[in-house]
């Protein structure tokens, strides 16, 4: 079995207010090193929870870990050009095939183009057309995961424009129906094959409406 870590980094970041912070000094005599961190629940790889986008929906701590565990097969778009719409016949031609109720990956290896440290990681990736998502959900995954991305406005967010709800159509079409996202993953590249074991538990914060999580595969597991 191998395991391949697909989590970014929680670190300062230009996207988000971050700070870790570190009290106590062994080598001066305190007998701990304790850690801080300030983080916001939707930046780094996370999941999110509907309360996110639905006024009073299910917080983080309502998502089972079942819909964030288990089988996934990967939707190869590593050839999906720079700052491009994805549309639902690009999703359907990545798609290795599998049953309802698995979780999707897509996979563009955008880590692998632009440093998720820039704003050119946010600014020219890829994202989905409202038809990729509707495929997407047509498709009955108990989650999906992106390692770009994925809503064309989040791009915007950089420069605090902001546009119609429904212009964030993974948002509008599949989390608005209960299908658990997945963001912002990074080294999906090293994924040897089209099936793998996905991990993604968020930490356990009651009444957040999304949660860090730290993102593994589990790759050569008995099928």
């Known amino acids: 079995m191998r395991i391949v870590d697909l989590s970014m980094p929680i670190a300062p970041h230009f996207r988000w207010r971050t700070q870790v912070s570190i009290t106590g000094d062994i080598a001066a005599g305190d007998q701990f090193r304790i850690s801080r961190l300030d983080a916001a629940c939707h930046g780094f790889s996370h999941v999110d929870a509907p309360a996110h986008i639905l006024a009073d ?10 819909r964030v565990v288990g089988p996934c097969r990967v939707l190869d778009l590593r050839d999906a050009p720079d700052n491009r719409a994805i549309d639902a016949d690009r999703l359907a031609a990545a798609d290795p095939g599998g049953p309802p109720g698995e979780i999707l990956l897509l ?7 632009r440093d998720h440290k820039t704003p050119e990681f946010w600014r020219e990736a890829p994202w989905l057309t409202r038809d990729a998502a509707e495929w997407l959900l047509a498709r009955d995954p108990k989650a999906v995961a992106f390692d770009f991305p994925q809503d064309y406005p989040i791009r915007l967010l950089l ?23 997945i963001e912002y993953l990074v080294n999906t590249a090293a994924l040897a094959g089209p099936r793998t074991f996905l991990c993604a538990a968020p930490l356990l914060i009651p009444g957040a409406d999304g949660a860090p999580a730290r993102v593994f595969a589990l790759e050569g597991l008995p099928a």
Do not use: K, N, Y
Not at 107 to 113: L, M, Y
């Open 107 to 113: 996979s563009a290896g955008w880590d692998r183009r």
């Open 159 to 181: 420069d605090g424009q902001q546009v119609p709800f429904d212009q964030h159509v993974t948002h509008d079409v599949l989390l608005r129906r209960g299908i658990t996202l």
């Open 57 to 66: 929906a299910p917080t983080i701590e309502a998502t089972p870990l079942d």
